[in-house]
């Protein structure tokens, strides 16, 4: 194991050991399925169940597990052993076809919202053949989709497979309208890039915050931040290199394709990109991402911190989910072709795209909700709440000359009958530069911008997919009962152009003008928070489009409503009450005694000499009993808050009393313990001050 080519991919049972280790036949079937979505007998699945399990026994696997991706955000795994009982007492390694396809978890300990009645408390999970099996630790993992018995969907990845079905079959209806009469399958692409913040274990156990929340609860500003901004792409330093260089090891032994490494905007801030790929795959290895992070952290005395806003005053961390569609023969939908009828068809697609995020804004922003994310967006230094689209001077102007019939200057070329000139190629500097925006076109794919660090990219993908899918379907519907093509093509063009530009904004999205002006003038949504979006998604026209296509079952809507809002109660919940603990047993002691030793300490001094002042000593007294004062109040007021939540009649009531009491109190209760600790001495603070952890990591 020397060279990175050498154990690439060593932990996966990939396309180069299945063509090694299965017959020519049962490869060729297994292949149908992987790449057509042929459904696979249970012949074929026994012979790769052999084949997979001894491949994993001699690379040191012991046991399998059907890997899998429940609604908690996080993945699951039971693990089973291969161990099967010889009449002569011995044991032998078995795994069947059937055990491969299929396994039975006990589906009661996952959230499901409602889904899974008592009648069927066993969900099953289902091998997804599209995403290889990989060995984590001494265990087979197999990706599997997690269903109840109803059928419903108890996961992410089952609507994300669907959501790429769909999106396939309306795109091929496209090409098969633009004479591609040759692809087979058109896929959706992703490249996550992922951020997190490293800081020593010794600092994280020493905060009940972190370890209880993910997230700092208190904590004063330091004397230096990012505002120096000589973080951003600086050297990493050794400690930071180290982690980073067995992170790529682990990752690339998965066959995960980590690319890209750099620290981000914030002191202990940084970010990792892998080359993109299949979105389901992409999926599955941004979640093992997650888990190798936190994982090899841990082996390097640190902690990885994948909460989207783990600290005030510095940038909190993202997911940018850059997306693309190709077809299997691998032309990319979203990137301007060399020919006028390419064009044509690029322009169709990046219509499809604009026409989709403004119909499914709510779905956009509601697939990137949760308590954590709540805190970046609109806050300046993520993209806005409010979802629009950057396209860049160049495309938007090809696009101002089409809706106005005038002609595009940007090349001297032929003119085509659709009233555009032969498109330039969008080189990425002259598109990427808007920083701002929730979600960029960059050449060739987009940029949706808005996920959190720690969300599964499953939700956001599902829903681009799904409305993607719903646009495409619609333009498919007219122009196959359209006499002129071309002149249907050009009216659908220009309508689309006329009816949704307003969500095309390519200026700063930082900026309040716009967040008026979208929201008042060009009447887009404006979700602030999980509690304002989340009930959006059982929306007649969401419920329409989303069941429609398939992708999701209205009860299995309802379902995700549900949790989503409880997982933000939840999370607010767990952290107001993480807070209240700290005041209480470490924040407000510390305090009293560090003004009792104060006011000790001048009542000593006066003592010796009576005309001593000792200001520093009562003034601070006095200053820390009023902040004192001020917590107590606050803490109680917050406590009695909390027992309204007990009241609510439903999760929606709940999560509205979250939004407008419980996270208003906890802000105005962390501004005097804050203040506190800037008067405090360093030796009584019961805890490492925001100085001390965002440069902890040498
Ligand atoms: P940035 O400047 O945002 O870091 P990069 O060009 O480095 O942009 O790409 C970021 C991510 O986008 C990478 O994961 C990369 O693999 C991915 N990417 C590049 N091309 C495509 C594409 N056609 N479809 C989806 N993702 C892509
Ligand atoms: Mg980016």
Known sequence: MSTVS????????????????????????????????KELDIGVANAVAEAMKNWAVSNGATHYTHWFQPLTGVTAEKHDSFISPSPDGSVIMEFSGKELIKGEPDASSFPSGGLRATFEARGYTAWDPTSYAFIKGKTLCIPTAFCSYGGH???????????????????????????????????????????YFLI?????????????????????????????????????????????????????????????????????????????????????HNQLTMEIMQKVAEKHGLVCLLHEKPFAWVN???????????????????????????????LLFLCAVIKAV???????????????????????????????????????????????DTPYQGTKRTRMKLGVDVLPKFKKDTTDRNRTSPF????????????????????ANIMLNSAVAESLRIYADRLEQ????????????????????????NGNGYDDVWITEAVE?????????????????????????????????????????????????????????????????????AITRFTADLAKQASEKKALDPDLACSYETELVQKLSVLTDAIVEKTDDLDDAMLALQDAEDIIEESEIIRDVILPKMSELRIPCDQAELLTSKSYWPFPTYGDILFSVK
């Open 440 to 459: 960029a076109f960059t050449g060739n794919k987009f940029e949706f911008r808005m996920l959190g660090s720690s969300n599964s990219i499953a939700c």
């Open 200 to 284: 020593t274990k010794e600092m994280y156990d020493a905060r009940p915050d972190l370890r209880f929340t993910g997230r700092t609860l208190f904590g004063a500003k330091p004397p230096k931040g990012q505002e120096m901004d000589d973080h951003y792409f600086g050297v990493i330093k050794p400690g930071v290199a180290e982690f980073m260089e067995d992170l790529n090891k682990e990752l690339w032994k998965l066959g995960i394709l980590a690319k890209t490494e750099h620290n981000e905007v914030a002191p202990a801030q940084h970010e990792l990109a892998p080359i993109y790929t299949t979105t389901n795959i992409a999926t599955d």
């Open 521 to 589: 003038k060009r009447g887009l949504l404006n979700y602030r928070t999980t509690a304002d979006c989340m009930p959006h998604l059982l929306d007649e026209k969401n419920v329409n489009m989303l069941t429609s296509l398939g992708v999701f079952t209205v009860e299995e809507l309802r379902s995700r409503v549900d949790i989503m809002l409880e997982n933000y109660c939840k999370s607010v919940t767990i952290e107001a009450n993480t807070m209240i603990n700290m005041i209480h047993k470490r924040i407000a002691p």
């Open 316 to 346: 909190g961390s993202g997911k940018h989910n850059n997306w693309s569609i190709a077809t299997d023969e691998g032309q990319n939908l979203l990137s301007p072709g060399d020919t006028p009828y390419e064009n044509a068809q690029f």
């Open 358 to 404: 403004d119909d499914y804004q709510d779905l956009l922003r509601i697939s990137v909700a949760t308590a954590g994310n709540d805190h970046r967006l609109g806050a300046n230094e993520a993209p806005p709440a409010v979802i629009s689209i950057f396209l860049g001077d160049e495309l938007n102007a090809v696009l101002e000359a089409i809706e106005n």
């Open 482 to 505: 359209a006499d002129d093509f071309e002149a249907a093509l050009r009216d659908m063009i220009k309508e689309t152009i006329k009816d949704h530009k307003r969500i095309i904004f």
């Open 153 to 195: 969907a108890l996961d992410k990845k089952t609507p994300l497979l669907r959501s790429m079905e769909v999106l396939s079959r309306q795109a091929l209806r496209i090409l098969r309208l633009f004479g591609n009469d040759t692809a087979k399958r058109v896929v959706s692409s992703v490249g996550p890039e992922q951020e």
């Open 6 to 37: 050498d154990y690439f991919g060593c932990n996966v049972f990939d396309d180069r050991v299945m063509r090694a280790t299965l017959s020519a036949d049962i490869y060729a079937s297994l292949r149908k399925t992987i790449d057509e979505g």
